[in-house]
Each structure stands twice: as C-alpha cells, then as structure tokens.
C-alpha cells in the first residue's frame, strides 16, 4: 500500500522552528520529487519546496528562502522541511507529495501520491 506520512506539526511561537517529516511506505521515495505544500484556511494549496529526484536540487517559494530547508534521506525513506524563523502567515496544514515526472515543482497535477498533511500554528 502506497502511503505517505507526514508529522512534526505543531504550535510554536513567531521566531521558533519545527521540523516536519515525510515518511514513504510501498514505494521507494528516491524514484520520486517530493514537494512540500500548505494551505491555509480560506486559501488554495500551494507550493512551499520541493526536492529533485536525480541531482537533489532544491526549490522554494519567495516567501520562504532562506527559512526553510528541504532535505531527503533515501535510506529512511523521508524527506524532511526544516522550518525556522516562522511567522505567523506559515500557519497552514502542510502536506507532502511524491511525483515521478515533476516538470515544475510546485505545479499539483505532477504529483502522484498526497500525504495526509499535519497543522502547524505560528502564534503567540
């Protein structure tokens, strides 16, 4: 059964990190993009980050360089979206996804397999 898993949401204050967690099972993620999501309340998914799958190069939003970090180790099988520096405007649910044939990273319809998100809060 393919399955992707993801945890370390939470609530944490503005300034504060979380680290969040995609663990893959029935499928092995190195064969696979995988992107990072979120969507807030009221608003459409959209994309956060995303890892390629042959040379590990990395993509983000504007609104996230230079505070989150996405990093993949194949032999867990997770990919992981280290968050720092979060502001109140990342709250959201954060999904992870697993694509194939990503031809642009933050486009939905490339991805093939969804998590089930995790919330994380950023508030005071």
């Known amino acids: 059964q393919v399955q992707l898993v993801e945890s370390g949401g939470g609530l944490v204050q503005p300034g504060g990190s979380l680290r969040l967690s995609c663990a893959a099972s029935g499928f092995t993620l190195d064969d696979y993009a995988i992107g990072w999501f979120r969507q807030a309340p009221g608003k459409k998914r959209e994309g956060v980050s995303c890892i390629s799958v042959r040379n590990g190069r990395t993509y983000y939003v504007e609104s996230v360089k230079g505070r989150f970090t996405i990093s993949r180790d194949n032999a867990k099988n997770t990919v992981y979206l280290q968050m720092n520096s979060l502001k109140p405007e990342d709250t959201a649910v954060y999904y992870c996804?697993?694509?194939?044939?990503?031809?642009?990273?933050?486009?939905?319809?490339?991805?093939?397999?969804w998590g089930q998100g995790t919330q994380v809060t950023v508030s005071s």
């Open positions: 996804a697993a694509g194939r044939r990503v031809l642009s990273p933050f486009v939905i319809g490339y991805y093939d397999y």
